[in-house]
């Protein structure tokens, strides 16, 4: 089994410059296109079940990951979901809620940013949580400046904290931060969380401070597409997918065009 998983962090509204705008009736046209073939949600849970041979899933399954708890996710992302019959996983970096800016969290995204009760609502509505960190450190680079690991560790356990305090959630599954990855830091995410998630943006990775073949990365065989993107096969979960090390789709990337997303998913069946 194939199972397409895509990654997005919610959308734009759309202005002129915009050469690829991803706003609210673009998300709509390619997750349209999944219901349409009828490719149904499935989680973490799911996928964990699946695993262990507890669960069947069903004839198309599709994830559907985010990643930053902006507000647009809790609205307008939500309502295209619930439109297509879909529920997301949302990986949150838990500064942004508690006003820690750093990383990717810029003072100008305050007011972009969701509340606890926001996700409460998410969560309620059937959505899956997992955890990316507090500040989201390029973990390439941080596995240098903290060689003892202590900062990685309070960002893992911190998050964990922040989720079980505001919603409940006792994390199990971690999305890592941007296209960076080190040995340091999948040690410590496979002692916390059953599942580790990768993003797929073009063929390449920052590894422990090298940049290498994302295909390497996930040992996949074969040449890189001709499209920017790792080998086909690197692009789906599987049921030899390492699960420290799961793919995930940009849709603003390489299946942005409503046929190339198109392609992904009948690349599934
Ligand atoms: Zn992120």
Redesign the pocket.
Known sequence: MRIPITMCHGVHPRTPEQERPFDQAHLDSLLGIAAEMGFQSINYDDLAAWRAGEKVLPPRPIKIDF??PFRNICRECFEVLERCGFKGNLFV?TGMLEGIFGG?YRPELKEAAATWDELGELLAAGWHFGA?TVT?PNLSELSREDPEGSRLREELEQCNQALKENLGVVARDF?F??TSWSSAAEREVKKRYRFGRLWIVGAEYQVDRETVRYADLVGVPGPDEPDGGPPLAARYITEDSDPYRLPSMELERLVYEPEAFRRYLEGAL
């Open positions: 990643d930053h970096n990717v990316h989201h999305a931060t941007g």
